[in-house]
């Protein structure tokens, strides 16, 4: 039995559009990640799976433990609902009623650290604490411009985050956070979103990923030796819980520096198309959604329902969703994938009935979650069982 009718077999009873995920592919990619890590914890990233039965499943896995947040308010969603007592937000907030409820929250302050990278999100917090009468004291990470500068700083390779770089700076906001009781400094993060993001084997681009091999190598050295020093530089302020770095794509290299305590990774569950590009690691496609054969325009063409489901991120081809089984179509290249629907050519396309489905992969793991209410979960020819994404759940956090 091939893969499409396995699929098909098991979803026969589904009327598509409906999202899948292949459970053994997802459990074989949460294995290879922890095989990755090298022993060092894995913190699950939150938006990229965004589904609570799921993240459940990852958390019980041996090598996986704590649950990096895209949200405040998902994050107290998922400490209420008991997903763990350990929940990081990757990124600085501004919502002044929830942080208003996490300092309020006795379990909450406990259980979830937010992100800062200034002076001001520490006077945001604080002011929120004296307006809202809660105790604290909230727990707060650093987060690191992990981004690669040529000499002199005129390249900047990597994504724009905090403006916090050097040791100095860093010791002098851990200083700073040390001197106001009702925060309390835990942790340090560093995304080298430009090693762990960004594949170094593009297809058909030889030049282009030499080229960014030779980046990603200069950047992990150049990282590595500030991360270290940064780290020092702040234990000297505070006893830190944790060092977190990496991604999907740099889980072993990340893993191996000794100032990291721990990593994360989420995209590399679900093996979403961007991830498909990479030397060090070749993951399985496990997040898929199907849509339907409507239309037959034309010999080599068929139209599916649907479609339009582009990822997050520069507005190329590269963030638009690909068709996967049957194998052998592609997009129309003068309309792409469509709001209501999407003409597919290719041989392939002759070999299709009206009614038939065809198989996607999302170019980004968790955004697949936003279009559906629930995701099939298939073992061997059938589903198992049917869980709800946020969106299922009524949760919407971005």
């Known amino acids: 039995m091939t893969l499409r009718e396995r699929y098909d077999a098991a979803t026969a009873a589904l009327e598509p559009p409906f999202a899948i995920v292949d459970l053994e592919a997802f459990r074989t990619n949460a294995t290879d990640l922890v ?26 896995t041996d090598g996986f433990g704590g649950v990096m947040a895209f949200t405040l308010p998902e994050a107290l969603w998922l400490a209420s609902e008991g997903l763990s007592d350990d929940i990081l937000v990757a990124y600085p907030t501004v919502d002044r009623t929830v942080l208003a409820e996490l300092s309020r929250d006795e379990r909450a302050a406990a259980t979830v650290t937010v992100m800062v990278d200034s002076v001001e999100h520490l006077d945001l917090i604080e002011s929120v604490i004296d307006a809202s009468g809660g105790a604290g004291p909230v727990r707060v990470c650093i987060d690191i411009d992990a981004a690669w500068r040529t000499a002199g700083g005129r390249v900047r390779i990597g ?49 282009f990923s030499r080229a960014v091999r030779f980046i990603q190598a200069q950047s992990r050295v150049e990282l590595a030796r500030r991360r ?58 496990a997040a898929l959604f199907a849509l339907p054969v409507v239309r037959r325009p034309g010999p080599g063409v068929v139209t599916v329902l649907g479609g339009g489901y582009p990822a997050s991120g520069v507005g190329d081809r590269s963030r638009l969703p690909q068709p996967f089984l049957p194998a052998g179509l592609r997009f129309d290249s003068k309309e792409g994938a469509g709001e209501v629907q999407t003409p597919l050519v290719g041989a392939a396309a002759d070999g299709l009935q009206i009614g038939d489905r065809v198989y996607f992969r999302h170019a980004k793991a968790g955004e697949l979650c936003e279009r559906f209410g629930e995701l099939h979960l298939i073992e061997g020819d059938r589903v198992t069982e049917s869980v709800p994404t946020y969106r299922g759940e009524c949760k919407t956090f971005l």
């Open 35 to 60: 095989r990755r890590a090298r022993g060092k914890p894995i913190r699950v990233a939150s938006k990229s799976v965004r589904c609570r039965a799921l993240l459940e499943q990852v958390l019980a």
């Open 159 to 207: 994504a724009l985050r905090s403006p916090v770089r050097t040791a100095d700076e860093a010791a002098a906001l851990a200083r700073e956070i040390g001197r106001r009781p009702r925060l309390r400094l835990v942790g340090l993060m560093a995304y080298e979103s430009q090693i762990a993001g960004v594949g170094d084997n593009p297809p058909g681009k030889p030049i």
């Open 228 to 285: 270290a020093a940064i780290v020092k530089a702040v234990r000297e302020e505070a006893d830190l819980e944790f060092v977190n770095g990496g991604g999907t794509g740099s889980v072993e290299k990340t893993a191996a520096e000794v100032a990291v305590t721990e990593v994360a990774a989420g995209s590399g569950l679900y093996q979403s198309v961007l991830f498909d590009h990479y030397t060090n690691f070749s993951g399985r496609p």
